[in-house]
């Protein structure tokens, strides 16, 4: 597990550390993790525009299943799907013509304890090998203060998931059921932590840095 250095940047350290993390990542995969408010989407949006990538979210690869009643039975019951069943449904989709020469930034693809070693095989066996997970660490008082300022500027549109029930189930959820999704990669040293309670530019630069690290004491 490693942690990020101070808040310290200029344009030719950015522009080294894209090209030796783009080297480094070839067509694999970064998987990124945080609670709800986290400003995951934001952060993988700008991680695959600083490389090059494509953006790929868990939902985006079940909804786009043809078997959508079954998919559908299987969400509503709250458990993992069957390992084969799941594998079915991610390789096809990572293996999409498209994605073929890119590298792919994943949100929070496999959050439930249990899927994580079905990412790996499928990433892996569709040619995007998963290189790292970012877990974006942000406070419950920033968590909140996110939320709040949410509520005011409702630029997040009349999201169903942003309802107050909704969000406790939520972060629930990522305690008990994503927290040891993380633990496992912490364990295979695949794990990169990175404070998340800044700004969105100082969390993406934090990103990269990260990143760069990684690689060189890799």
Known sequence: ???VLPYVY???MKSEQIERIKNWLGTGSINVFGRPFAGKDTQCTRLADSLDGMVIAGGD??????DKETVKKLMLTGKLFPPDYYISIVLPFLSKP???KKPLILSSVGRWYGEEKNVIKASKSSGHPLCAVIYLVVSDEEIQ???NIKHVRKDRGDRHDDRTEIQNTRQDEFKNKTLPVLDFYRSKGLLIEVDGNASEDEVATKILTALAKYIQSS
Do not use: G, Y
């Open 1 to 3: 597990m490693l942690s």
């Open 61 to 66: 690869i079940l909804r786009s299943h043809p």
């Open 98 to 100: 498209e994605f073929a």
């Open 145 to 147: 203060r996110r939320w």
């Open 10 to 12: 200029n344009s030719k």
